[in-house]
C-alpha cells in the first residue's frame, strides 16, 4: 500500500457541484498539506495542517475548505466548483526529514 | 515575497548529453532546498541541501547549492530516455514546514 493515498485518482464534475478529495496516509506524519499543479505555475499550497486541531490556510485558499479528521485523514472540498479549479491536486505529509511524501494526485476536471 | 525561479523551463537533448538545471531563491530564512522530479503523477525526492558547497551524488545525478547567490544546481551526466521528466525545485522557509516550489523545468532527453 501506499504511504499516501489520494482517492479518486480521476474526477470529473459539473460547475456549481461540491466535491471531495480525500487523503489518508500510514506514514504517523503530523503534517499534511493539500497543494494543486497548473502548467507553467508549479505548486501552489492549498490549506496546511499541524496536527487534528491545527488548519492553515495556504496560498491560494479561496474557494476551498479542509477538513482534518485523523492524524491520518484530511480531506480537501470544493464548495462550488468552478472551470479554473480544473488542475492536478496534490496531498503530501512531511516527517522531520526529507520533505514531502506526495500521493499520487488527483486530476480534477470542471465542466 | 517569497519565491523560487528555475530555468530553463523547458529543454530537450540526446542521450549521453550533460544538463544542468537551475534553481535560485529569494526567501526570508532559508532552511533548505530539495529537488524532486515528476515523471507522471507524484514527485518523488531526490536531493536535499542545508549547507554550501557539499555536493550531493546519487548515480548520474549530482546537486550543489550556493546560499551566498542563493541558487542550486542539478547536474545530470549522461542522460537517458528514462530521464525525461520535470525537475521540481523546493524552499523551505526555516520555522514554516512549508516548501515554495519553483514551476519546474521539463527535460525530454531523446534517444
Known amino acids: 500500500d501506499a504511504d499516501v493515498t489520494q482517492t479518486p485518482r480521476n474526477r470529473i464534475t459539473k460547475t456549481g457541484k461540491r466535491i471531495m478529495l480525500e487523503c489518508s496516509q500510514t506514514k504517523g506524519h503530523d503534517r499534511m498539506y493539500w497543494y494543486r499543479q497548473d502548467p507553467g505555475l508549479g505548486l501552489r499550497l492549498i490549506y496546511y495542517?499541524?496536527?487534528?486541531?491545527?488548519?492553515n490556510k495556504g496560498e491560494i485558499s479561496d474557494g476551498y475548505s479542509v477538513s482534518r479528521q485523523a492524524q491520518a485523514k484530511f480531506s480537501l472540498s470544493l464548495e462550488s466548483a468552478i472551470p479554473n479549479q480544473t488542475a492536478l491536486y496534490f496531498c503530501?505529509?512531511?516527517?522531520?526529514?526529507?520533505?514531502?511524501?506526495f500521493g499520487s494526485g488527483t486530476r480534477l476536471t470542471v465542466v | 515575497e517569497d519565491k523560487v525561479v528555475q530555468s530553463p523551463l523547458s529543454l530537450v537533448v540526446h542521450e549521453g548529453d550533460t544538463v544542468t538545471l537551475n534553481c535560485s531563491y529569494e526567501?526570508?530564512?532559508?532552511?533548505?532546498l530539495l529537488w524532486y522530479k515528476q515523471e507522471k503523477k507524484a514527485p518523488t525526492f531526490l536531493f536535499m541541501l542545508?549547507?554550501?558547497?557539499i555536493e550531493k551524488k546519487s548515480g548520474r545525478l549530482s546537486s550543489i547549492l550556493d546560499k551566498k547567490e542563493l541558487f542550486s544546481i542539478l547536474n545530470i551526466t549522461a542522460t537517458q530516455t528514462g530521464d525525461s521528466a520535470v525537475y521540481l525545485c523546493a524552499v523551505e522557509v526555516s520555522g514554516t514546514y512549508k516548501y515554495i516550489f519553483g514551476t519546474g523545468t521539463r527535460l525530454k532527453v531523446l534517444a
Open positions: 495542517s499541524f496536527d487534528v486541531k491545527d488548519i
Open positions: 542545508t549547507s554550501s558547497g
Open positions: 503530501a505529509t512531511s516527517g522531520t526529514a526529507y520533505g514531502y511524501t
Open positions: 526567501v526570508t530564512n532559508f532552511r533548505s
